[in-house]
């Protein structure tokens, strides 16, 4: 098994961050730096070096990272292997997921509870973050599946397609659009809009349908700009401007009345959500018997 204080290096060099490695190891920062020393020590060598108020890795540290997440993943897989040689379904192990905001709210919930039943012994954590972020997340070995949107695709990512969602113009009741009249797209351009923050995985969806449909999402009207989807939703139940937001997050209010769906004639936004992983790496066993079991149960 891997010693602590490699524990300790990698956490540190995976945030370039001696604070962030303590807060997460629940350790003071000046423990996390006498373990770091004492690796230095035993290697011989600097695993970092200091510019100003940041520290890289260096090539010691590179070499040493790249050694320990390939030990760390085969430590994981050992674990998994040997726990389910007695019983598969109570197989141990530590699934690590990164969600876009949609799916870790309105999709995933369910879909690790049926999971759970299965593998009981698994310990599951989730990152939630807007689609880019999530990549980024996988991309710096905080996660080891990432599921999202994926508008540009990275050669170093495999794309796995896990399910579809479709995304609505919505407003409340104090809206004046929600008569049961529909728009045309030119008409789109003309209206007061709330919006997502960029990056994330619902206004890219709805930039990429105007663009197919030979428009540019340049022009719209955002004059109100939330970070989160439930953010945008409640500000919509109170506010008189509209918003592009997930059929998915918005079913309740749909059926009690309190949100309208404003038919845009032309325009039909769909997103395909992915399982995504790092190309050319072995998957984790809990990440391939996740993905297997999703896929196999996904009626959503």
């Known amino acids: 098994m891997i010693a602590f204080r490699y524990k300790v290096f990698l956490e540190v060099a995976r945030h370039l961050s001696f604070s962030k490695a303590a807060d997460r190891l629940s350790l003071s920062q000046p423990a996390i730096s006498k373990h770091v020393k004492t690796l230095e020590q035993e290697l011989k060598t600097n695993l970092f070096e200091r510019k100003g108020s940041t520290i890289y890795l260096t090539r010691p540290g590179e070499v040493l990272l790249k050694h320990l997440q390939e030990g760390t993943n085969l430590e994981a897989r050992l674990m998994f292997d040997m726990s389910s040689l007695l019983d598969a379904q109570n197989a141990e192990g530590h699934l690590k997921l990164g969600a876009s905001t949609t799916m870790a709210l309105y999709i995933l919930p369910k879909v690790l509870s049926v999971y759970r039943q299965h593998y ?153 959500f992915y399982f995504i992983t790092r190309q050319g790496e072995q998957s984790l066993p809990t990440t391939e018997a996740f993905i297997r079991h999703t896929l196999k149960r996904n009626n959503l």
């Open 120 to 272: 009981p012994k698994q310990f599951i954590s989730v990152v939630n973050r807007n689609s880019e972020n999530i990549v980024k997340a996988l991309q710096n070995n905080e996660i080891d599946l990432g599921i999202a949107e994926a508008f540009s695709r990275l050669k170093e990512m495999s794309y796995t397609p896990f399910t579809k969602d479709e995304i609505v113009l919505v407003g409340s009741q104090l809206s004046p659009l929600t008569d049961g009249r529909s728009l045309t797209i030119p008409q789109l351009f003309h209206i007061r809009l709330a919006s997502r923050e960029p990056g994330s995985g619902t206004l890219q969806s709805v930039r990429y349908a105007l663009k197919q449909a030979g428009y540019s999402s340049r022009n719209l009207q955002v004059e109100v700009q939330l970070g989160g989807t439930e953010a945008l939703k409640n500000f919509v139940l109170s506010d008189s401007l509209v918003a592009f937001l997930p059929l998915k997050a918005i079913r309740k209010e749909l059926e009690a009345g309190e949100l309208s769906v404003i038919p845009v004639d032309g325009l039909a936004v769909e997103r395909q």
